[in-house]
């Protein structure tokens, strides 16, 4: 009988399953690069957040208490809250008199500013003016997300305080240092001190 030439050689099943192997290696390798490379993204994408926070948080601050007015305080019914600077963590927030954070670097007017936690998130609420009638009118900025904790301190001249103010003395005046310390969800530690740098007292 005569042999076909053109008779073709098919793969062996053992060259099919080697294939298949070296297919699954690739496989393998390749999602385990894919899934390094989504993480270190991840990583990279968080750490970039957090820093962004923390330089929005330290310039707001800053530029909010070197340019505090040591004047008093006037509550929403319009009285006198006889007091220039009022904090503590009882209340996880502060609140003072700034000049307005605007696009006109000349303007004066002056404002409410209150740093508060709310929902794992530091926040800056700017009233529209320095003695608002409406404690739910005004602008507000989330500073910093994602607190697991939260720690505000306050210094005179000699010692640290959880609250603000502690005496007669200290109602008159803004704090000499402000510390904020917050701890966030990926147990990471941020600490911002500022020294607003009004050593005068309101008469």
Same mark, same amino acid.
């Given at each position: 009988?005569?042999?076909?030439?053109?008779?073709?050689?098919?793969?062996?099943?053992?060259?099919?399953?080697?294939?298949?192997?070296?297919?699954?290696?690739?496989?393998?390798? #390749?999602?385990?690069?894919?899934?390094?490379?989504?993480?270190?993204?991840?990583?990279?994408?968080?750490?970039?957040?957090? /820093?962004?926070?923390?330089?929005?948080?330290?310039?707001?601050?800053?530029?909010?208490?070197?340019?505090?007015?040591?004047?008093?305080?006037?509550?929403?019914?319009?009285?006198?809250?006889?007091?220039?600077?009022?904090?503590?963590?009882?209340?996880?927030?502060?609140?003072?008199? #700034?000049?307005?954070?605007?696009?006109?670097?000349? !303007?004066?007017?002056?404002?409410?500013?209150?740093?508060?936690?709310?929902?794992?998130?530091?926040?800056?609420?700017?009233?529209?003016?320095?003695?608002?009638?409406?404690?739910?009118?005004?602008?507000?900025?989330?500073?910093?997300?994602?607190?697991?904790?939260?720690?505000?301190?306050?210094?005179?001249?000699?010692?640290?305080?959880?609250?603000?103010?502690?005496?007669?003395?200290?109602?008159?005046?803004?704090?000499?240092?402000?510390?904020? !310390?917050?701890?966030?969800?990926?147990?990471?530690?941020?600490?911002? /001190?500022?020294?607003?740098? /009004?050593? #005068?007292?309101?008469?």
């Amino acid at each position: 009988m005569k042999k076909n030439k053109d008779f073709k050689k098919g793969f062996t099943l053992v060259e099919v399953l080697i294939s298949i192997v070296i297919l699954s290696l690739i496989a393998v390798i #390749t999602s385990n690069f894919l899934k390094s490379s989504i993480q270190s993204r991840d990583l990279v994408s968080g750490k970039s957040q957090y /820093i962004y926070e923390f330089n929005l948080l330290t310039s707001t601050l800053y530029e909010d208490l070197i340019n505090a007015v040591n004047v008093p305080l006037i509550n929403f019914r319009g009285d006198s809250e006889k007091a220039t600077f009022i904090g503590g963590a009882d209340t996880d927030s502060f609140s003072f008199t #700034t000049k307005a954070i605007t696009q006109d670097i000349s !303007s004066k007017d002056l404002v409410r500013v209150q740093y508060v936690l709310e929902n794992q998130s530091l926040v800056r609420r700017q009233f529209y003016t320095a003695s608002p009638a409406n404690p739910l009118e005004y602008m507000e900025t989330i500073l910093f997300e994602g607190i697991d904790n939260f720690q505000l301190e306050f210094a005179d001249k000699t010692r640290w305080f959880y609250s603000w103010p502690q005496e007669p003395m200290t109602k008159r005046q803004i704090p000499s240092l402000i510390k904020v !310390s917050i701890t966030n969800i990926q147990d990471e530690s941020f600490v911002w /001190i500022v020294n607003p740098n /009004i050593n #005068t007292v309101y008469e």
